[in-house]
T-cell receptor, first 114, second 113 residues
Framework: DQQVKQNSPSLSVQEGRISILNCDYTNSMFDYFLWYKKYPAEGPTFLISISSIKDKNEDGRFTVFLNKSAKHLSLHIVPSQPGDSAVYFCAARSLTGGGNKLTFGTGTQLKVEL | NAGVTQTPKFRVLKTGQSMTLLCAQDMNHEYMYWYRQDPGMGLRLIHYSVGEGTTAKGEVPDGYNVSRLKKQNFLLGLESAAPSQTSVYFC????????????FGPGTRLTVL
């Protein structure tokens, strides 16, 4: 059962416009959420995160919004740039179990077009 | 700092062969993780370690073994490779306390024929 879902496998946006990537989760024990970005033939790199006690976190062009009641988070990129073209993974950490394990979504391929 | 490194970058095995993937980190991180990434599946946790000498099973541990004899190294072993283990393998590490982000290596692409 997929506890973290990214229902859009791909997204295409024009340069300068806003990119919105969505993520839904089912486990109410998740307390921390992260977004990772991955270029081809490279490992994922951390982008931005948010604790479950907040509803928004902003870092430059990147903002993550968390709606706990809907079990939904989104990543906004404004303005989008061609270098943002990559696969974006949503991840969540559960309060239960040890090891600070993360559960990842299946990823969304973002393409920013000129 | 090299961060997290993985050896080898690519490998082709025949069914039944064995191999070991090496992960090394120079950030003095306590936690280390092995994931596999398959198309449409995201990253799935194979095994992890919360410190030197400790290991634990993740979501998809079958067919793999791990060892953490030194804090900076985390080894992933395949005793008898199967075509279903064809995947890209990522190692990650995380420090104790602070942020919850994990730092990933560049990956190893493994093909089992």
């Amino acid at each position: 059962d997929q506890q973290v879902k990214q229902n859009s496998p791909s997204l295409s946006v024009q340069e300068g416009r806003i990119s919105i990537l969505n993520c839904d989760y089912t486990n109410s024990m998740f307390d921390y959420f992260l977004w990772y970005k991955k270029y081809p033939a490279e490992g994922p790199t951390f982008l931005i995160s948010i604790s479950s006690i907040k509803d928004k976190n902003e870092d430059g062009r990147f903002t993550v919004f968390l709606n706990k009641s809907a079990k939904h988070l989104s990543l906004h990129i404004v303005p989008s740039q061609p270098g943002d073209s990559a696969v974006y993974f949503c991840a969540a950490r559960s309060l239960t179990g040890g090891g600070n394990k993360l559960t990842f979504g299946t990823g969304t391929q973002l393409k920013v077009e000129l | 700092n090299a961060g997290v490194t993985q050896t080898p970058k690519f490998r082709v095995l025949k069914t039944g062969q064995s191999m070991t993937l090496l992960c090394a980190q120079d950030m003095n991180h306590e936690y280390m993780y092995w994931y596999r990434q398959d198309p449409g599946m995201g990253l799935r946790l194979i095994h992890y370690s919360v410190g030197e000498g400790t290991t634990a099973k993740g979501e998809v541990p079958d067919g793999y073994n791990v060892s953490r004899l030194k804090k900076q190294n985390f080894l992933l072993g395949l005793e008898s490779a199967a075509p279903s283990q064809t995947s890209v393998y990522f190692c990650a590490s995380r420090k104790t306390g602070g942020g919850n982000e994990q730092f990933f290596g560049p990956g190893t692409r493994l093909t089992v024929l």
